[in-house]
């Protein structure tokens, strides 16, 4: 690279000087504005510095044309820019010299993460330095066959991008299908005879609702006691856990059994607050931690499954959503707010028959998402293929002219 461009850094102005920032006129890139963009070209990013903020700092004003590359916080990022700028410290940028097309040089380091690291350095976090920017190996065609592989490469893309929004259509319809049928299943619409649906609250009818085991995990082996995240919507994974250091017994008032049914207590996102799932009989002498709450109910009255589902839509949910409160940016409910959660209730049959054809319909939207999610990992891995082929074609074809 050192070879085909010069090397720029960028910097930061003083930020307690307002008038480094205030009304400023110079585009000022940072790796958070490249943080999930997808277009080739910038032109600005979320602040602007003033001609004293760029006169004052290290950072440098680079044309248009200038293949923007982040060197640290993450190695990775890419764009060109689509007119003058200035970045922080957190860019290498690349200004061309002539005969080298800004898109092929852009499409190269988009599959060069990897190499940007190994010559990265640094003990907190990877920073990839100028003089190790300057040595990311790079293979140059002609200009007539830069234009032509970055043709290529973009048509290649185009394919997949309609492949990919494609798939995401598909995921889209999965959850609105998914929202129809727990709906139906609550609304009565599953039902033989809604008539005789019974109105309750849940603390009315649970044989037991009680928080967690409060201590943390201390062992590498031992009684395995789940991680919040275990929880989501509907869905346990009962592999998803640490340990405790103590045997079985000493934690028998917080061990779970099959029908249990675990709420989220606390998270950091209010939507994984008291979403809910059941436990399967196959678990074994597991414990649950205090972010979770365990509702244990009579299967004479109200099916484990059948409680799951109420809980994860509907007018329960929504009664779920009005109860959380944010502390010190954790989001939560009580055991309380549990007890009082509304519910309408079918006879023990009907609730049977609605949990087995809710299964069975969301059984089929796993497979379906679990084929579309493979198929998006595919797509990914295919950009990465595409990249590779052009470029180690390129190389190939320049160690055979240079012999």
Not at 131 to 146: C, F, S, W
Not at 317 to 337: K, L, M, V
């Amino acid at each position: 690279m050192g070879e085909i461009a010069d090397v720029v850094g960028g910097g930061t102005p003083r930020t307690s000087d307002p008038s480094n920032f205030e009304d400023g006129d110079v585009s000022w890139i940072t790796p958070a504005d490249l943080s999930g963009y997808t277009a080739k070209y910038i032109a600005r990013g979320a602040r602007f510095i003033t001609q004293k903020g760029l006169a004052s700092s290290s950072a440098r004003l680079v044309p248009i044309g200038t293949v923007l590359f982040t060197s640290r916080a993450p190695i990775g990022y890419v764009a060109i820019a689509a007119n003058a700028v200035a970045t922080n410290q957190g860019f290498k940028s690349f200004v061309l010299k002539p005969g080298v097309l800004p898109d092929y040089v852009y499409w190269w380091l988009k599959g060069a993460k990897r190499i940007a690291e190994v010559l990265a350095s640094g003990t907190t976090f990877l920073e990839l330095s100028g003089g190790n920017a300057k040595k990311l190996p790079i293979p140059i065609a002609p200009i007539d066959e830069q234009r032509r592989i970055v043709a290529e490469i973009e048509k290649q893309f185009s394919r997949l991008d309609e492949a990919v929004a494609n798939l995401m259509r598909v995921k889209a319809k999965l959850t609105r299908y998914r929202a129809a049928v727990l709906n139906d299943a609550v609304g009565g619409e599953l039902a033989v005879d809604a008539s005789r649906w019974a109105p309750a609250i849940l603390g009315e009818v649970a044989v037991s609702i009680r928080n967690g085991y409060s201590q943390k995990p201390d062992a590498e082996h031992g009684t395995p006691i789940l991680r919040i995240s275990a929880v989501r919507s509907m869905r346990l994974d009962v592999e998803d856990v640490r340990h405790l250091s103590g045997v079985p017994s000493e934690y028998q008032p917080f061990t779970l059994s099959g029908g249990d049914v675990l709420f989220t207590r606390y998270n950091g996102s209010r939507d994984y607050v008291g979403v809910c799932a059941e436990v399967p009989a196959t678990i074994r002498q597991t414990v649950y931690p205090d972010k979770l709450i365990r509702v244990r109910v009579p299967s004479d009255m109200l099916l484990p499954g059948f409680l799951v589902i109420a809980a994860s839509t509907g007018g329960a949910r929504a009664f779920i959503e009005s109860r959380i409160r944010t502390t010190a940016g954790q989001s939560g409910i009580s055991g309380g707010d549990l007890k009082a959660l509304p519910l309408r209730l079918p006879p023990v049959v009907e609730q049977r028959r609605i949990v087995a054809e809710v299964n069975l319909r969301l059984s089929i939207v796993r497979e379906v998402e679990a084929e579309v999610d493979a198929n998006l990992k595919r797509a990914q891995a295919l950009r990465q293929a595409v990249l590779h082929s052009a470029f180690a074609t390129t190389a190939t074809r320049e160690t055979m002219r240079s012999s």
